[in-house]
């Protein structure tokens, strides 16, 4: 209650609200009587203020938790996503690393004289091997694709 200021509607005068009980309702400067009545409409003007502001921000925070938790769902959910496609494209890796590490074996095994792919007989090393599997490849997809 010390804390609260009101002023002296006639010197102006920045009175505490302690003050004036002890000068028995008067502003201890110019001694005219200070009625509380304005005061009081304006506290509790601010306070109704207060109160609705209150009530705002009760609402915002609802509103903002709300937000926060679907955030963190979708987060949840973008991370549970994630790791699967991970797992799923880690696996699909290690499945292609057999192929190719069968297929290394393969052409590392076929002899550097003639070999016959898809029909077509080849002389040359590995790298022919590569240049023929390419080849037999690309007549495949070709005659898939004019069956279409």
């Given at each position: 209650m010390s804390k609260v200021r009101i002023e002296c509607w006639k010197c102006h005068a920045?009175?505490?609200?302690?003050?004036?009980?002890?000068?028995?309702?008067?502003?201890?400067?110019?001694?005219?009587?200070?009625?509380?009545?304005?005061?009081?409409?304006?506290?509790?003007?601010?306070?109704?203020?207060?109160?609705?502001?209150n009530e705002r921000l009760r609402k915002d925070r609802a509103a903002c938790w709300a937000e926060f938790k679907a955030l963190v769902k979708s987060s949840n959910d973008t991370g549970r996503y994630l790791h699967d496609e991970i797992e799923r494209l880690t696996a699909r890796v290690a499945e292609l690393e057999r192929d190719a590490g069968r297929y290394r074996w393969l052409r590392g095994r076929l002899p550097g004289s003639a070999y016959r792919i898809a029909?077509?007989?080849y002389s040359e090393g590995g790298d022919g091997v590569d240049a023929a599997v390419d080849a037999?490849?690309?007549a495949q997809a070709e005659k898939e694709s004019t069956h279409e």
């Amino acid at each position: 209650m010390s804390k609260v200021r009101i002023e002296c509607w006639k010197c102006h005068a920045d009175v505490l609200l302690i003050d004036r009980s002890d000068a028995d309702g008067e502003c201890p400067r110019c001694g005219v009587e200070i009625a509380l009545d304005d005061y009081l409409i304006q506290a509790m003007d601010a306070r109704d203020a207060l109160a609705a502001e209150n009530e705002r921000l009760r609402k915002d925070r609802a509103a903002c938790w709300a937000e926060f938790k679907a955030l963190v769902k979708s987060s949840n959910d973008t991370g549970r996503y994630l790791h699967d496609e991970i797992e799923r494209l880690t696996a699909r890796v290690a499945e292609l690393e057999r192929d190719a590490g069968r297929y290394r074996w393969l052409r590392g095994r076929l002899p550097g004289s003639a070999y016959r792919i898809a029909g077509v007989i080849y002389s040359e090393g590995g790298d022919g091997v590569d240049a023929a599997v390419d080849a037999a490849m690309a007549a495949q997809a070709e005659k898939e694709s004019t069956h279409e």
